[in-house]
């Protein structure tokens, strides 16, 4: 099934509404990097915290980190980095583009069709120096993955959360690979956040907890309001599996240009903790009370990237209709992800209704995010939330004046309701948490 709206509807939309703007604008842009406005940040971290909530808040076997972007070189060296996270590299002889191998089919240049050198691995870690000195002794990584934080810390996390195995230390951050050909928008860059659980199992409990995990990420991105029918499983083939993986299940998502890649979820055995018990020279292996036995745990490991999320969600909350003659944009994205909960809309800028939607404006603000607006029509101001996806409109009009009652506007069915100022706060957060818009209750109802 193809995507339902192209990639540059999306990119228009982001730049419009202040999701996403080319990054160093002003000087021309610079490749694949990119800025995140208003809309952009809260949208990020409404995902982050459902994120953070799911894997997290709610659970008792994982715990929260945040590890250091820089670690020791070493670190790269043992977790096989350093050797070989590469890709093959070919560059045109006429006009010096450079390609992955794998996305041209000939020796010709796909852009000019001059001839192409012959591959070469380029290794795909961001290099800089350390401390004031250039010499290579100095020379450190951008981690490329937040992962080996986490498997570095094994130990800290058992001790410190004295919790036993199954356990899982989980961690946000910025990553950076410095991809040969990045693009698609925001789905492949060179700096990104990942969303990475490390779970750390008994070794032969590993099938049911890759399982497990697959499952319970699938079942994330449903629930944020993802279509199923634009979401599939993909299992990797032999040749495609890293060479310590036993297993790897990519959650894909029907973008624009195609099926690709949301999430990874991997069964890495028990590589990672064995090279760095090598590497390091410390034991990190675990004693199981219980069984009386000693192992070096496996890990499963989902690992999901913020920005691809992003996309995904705002593809998939993408629509376009027709509301009396006119097209309307709307983003019906679920509640909790919206970055606007609330707008404040007083019907005109009228000296008599500003104070009082100022007032309600304050009201609210400590407990939603809000967003005031009183310039245009109201008709212009409600397609500009509904294009950023406000799940609430309160609208403050002449008739609030004399019964302190405000109009709560729904961003899907359009429907209105009237509520008294006092019982505002009260309604919207019981239906911001999920209760359905029912215009047929005690509150009086009026046409959109
Ligand atoms: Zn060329």
Known sequence: MSSKVSMEKIVSLCKRRGFVFPSSEIYGGLASCWDYGPMGVELKRNIKDAWWRTVV????????????????????????????????????????????????????CPKCGGELTEPRMFNLMFKTLMGPVE????????????????????????TISRKKLPLGSAQIGKSFRNEITPGNFIFRTREFEHMELEYFVKPDTAKYWFDYWVRERFNWYVTLGIDKENLRLRQHGKEELAHYAEDCYDIEYSFPMGWSELEGIANRGDYDLTQHAECSGRDLSYYDNESGQRYIPYIIEPSAGVERSFLAFLIDAYQEETVEGETRVVLRLCPSLAPIKVAVLPLSRNE????????????????????????????????????????????????????????????????????????????????LSGEPFDVSSLWATRQK
């Open 135 to 158: 010499d290579e002794a100095g020379t450190i990584y951008l981690r490329p993955e937040t992962a080996q934080g986490m498997f570095v810390n094994f130990e800290n996390a058992v």
């Open 352 to 431: 008599k209704l500003t104070p009082l939607a100022r007032e309600i404006h304050k009201q609210l603000r400590p407990n939603f995010m809000t967003w005031y607006d009183d310039s245009q029509s109201i008709g212009r101001r409600y397609r500009r939330q509904d294009e950023v996806g406000t799940p609430f409109c309160v609208t403050i009009d002449f008739q609030s004046l004399e019964d302190r009652q405000v109009t709560i506007r729904d961003r899907d069915s359009l429907a209105q309701i009237r509520v008294p100022i006092g019982e505002l706060e009260k309604t919207l957060r019981t239906k």
């Open 57 to 108: 808040q709610e659970r008792e076997d994982v715990v929260g980190l945040e590890t250091s972007i820089m670690m020791h070189p070493k670190v790269w060296e043992a977790s096989g980095h350093v050797a070989s996270f590469t890709d093959p590299l070919v560059e045109c002889k006429s006009c010096h583009l450079r390609w992955r191998a794998t996305e041209v089919d000939s020796n010709k």
